[in-house]
């Protein structure tokens, strides 16, 4: 469990957040998932709806159109800075783009929404009161996100370029194409997996939950759709789908020896 209480290092993974078309269903469908409450905020952009976990701030639900989401649907990632502006500046100067330029959100951040070279999307996060997720690294939480690409040596370039990352390869997972991506702490912030049958550039959530096979179970009984769960040699993981088709993966940490 990690609680956090202030900015995070330059590029670490720090929010999450999620357009959807229908609030109310997706409220109900992560509430039965993990136990979600909520708390409702005016933004700029529209209401926005943080979610709550032991009343500790973890993640956002946006409402978007129907039509903003008739394609595929993903979580999005905000990666930390302390100047927000100068982050998307430098994106572009490495070959990025800016679809959603630098705003304050409902006095808890700046943030922007920013495309790499290889057209992944994620946020920048600038914490003013709320740093991101409070609570990471335990159930219903965050855990950790990785890109998917067919083209990954752009994307890894541009990181290390835009975030000083240092990239590591993974002997654990034998003919994957994996790199790890480093702050220059040597903190494992993700990684980029090379996978020319990827349809598209995503970055990709995954959420640590106490039992996967349970929550397998429980996100199907509430209107969404599970993969068959695999373990791996870092636990027990799954991809489930939301009732928008948003697809992420939940993962139990392997037990202790």
Same mark, same amino acid.
């Given at each position: 469990? @990690?609680?956090?209480? @202030?900015?995070?290092?330059?590029?670490?993974?720090?929010?999450?957040?999620?357009?959807?078309?229908?609030?109310?269903?997706?409220?109900?469908?992560?509430?039965?998932?993990?136990?979600?409450?909520?708390?409702?905020?005016?933004?700029?952009?529209?209401?926005?709806?943080?979610?709550?976990?032991?009343?500790?701030?973890?993640?956002?639900?946006?409402?978007?159109?129907?039509?903003?989401?008739?394609?595929? @649907?993903?979580?999005?990632?905000?990666?930390?800075?302390?100047?927000?502006?100068?982050?998307?500046?430098?994106?572009?100067?490495?070959?990025?783009?800016?679809?959603?330029?630098?705003?304050?959100?409902?006095?808890?951040?700046?943030?922007?929404?920013?495309?790499?070279?290889?057209?992944?999307?994620?946020?920048?996060?600038?914490?003013?009161?709320?740093?991101?997720?409070?609570?990471?690294?335990?159930?219903?939480?965050?855990?950790?996100?990785?890109?998917?690409?067919?083209?990954?040596?752009?994307?890894?370039?541009?990181?290390?370029?835009?975030?000083?990352?240092?990239?590591?390869?993974?002997?654990?997972?034998?003919?994957?194409?994996?790199?790890?991506?480093?702050?220059?702490?040597?903190?494992?912030?993700?990684?980029?997996?090379?996978?020319?049958?990827?349809?598209?550039?995503?970055?990709?959530?995954?959420?640590?939950?106490?039992?996967?096979?349970?929550?397998?179970?429980?996100?199907?009984?509430?209107?969404?759709?599970?993969?068959?769960?695999?373990?791996?040699?870092?636990?027990?993981?799954?991809?489930?789908?939301?009732?928008?088709?948003?697809?992420? @993966?939940?993962?139990?940490?392997?037990?202790?020896?």
């Amino acid at each position: 469990m @990690s609680e956090i209480s @202030s900015n995070q290092p330059l590029g670490t993974p720090t929010w999450i957040d999620l357009g959807v078309p229908d609030l109310d269903r997706a409220k109900e469908f992560y509430r039965a998932l993990f136990g979600w409450e909520y708390e409702e905020r005016s933004a700029a952009t529209g209401p926005l709806t943080l979610c709550l976990l032991r009343g500790r701030r973890v993640a956002a639900l946006r409402s978007v159109s129907a039509a903003d989401v008739a394609g595929e @649907s993903w979580w999005l990632p905000y990666l930390a800075t302390d100047d927000c502006d100068a982050a998307a500046k430098r994106i572009v100067e490495s070959g990025g783009t800016v679809p959603v330029p630098p705003a304050e959100v409902a006095g808890l951040a700046r943030t922007a929404v920013v495309a790499d070279p290889v057209g992944a999307r994620f946020g920048l996060w600038q914490g003013r009161t709320l740093p991101g997720c409070e609570l990471v690294n335990e159930p219903a939480t965050l855990i950790r996100n990785d890109l998917t690409s067919p083209d990954p040596e752009p994307a890894r370039s541009f990181y290390a370029d835009v975030f000083a990352f240092t990239l590591d390869g993974n002997d654990d997972l034998p003919g994957v194409d994996f790199t790890f991506l480093r702050r220059p702490d040597g903190h494992e912030i993700g990684g980029i997996i090379g996978d020319a049958t990827a349809r598209a550039s995503r970055w990709q959530t995954l959420f640590e939950v106490a039992d996967t096979d349970e929550l397998v179970a429980r996100a199907v009984a509430a209107g969404g759709a599970a993969e068959a769960p695999e373990d791996t040699p870092y636990g027990r993981m799954a991809v489930l789908t939301d009732p928008f088709g948003t697809a992420f @993966s939940v993962g139990a940490r392997p037990a202790a020896d």
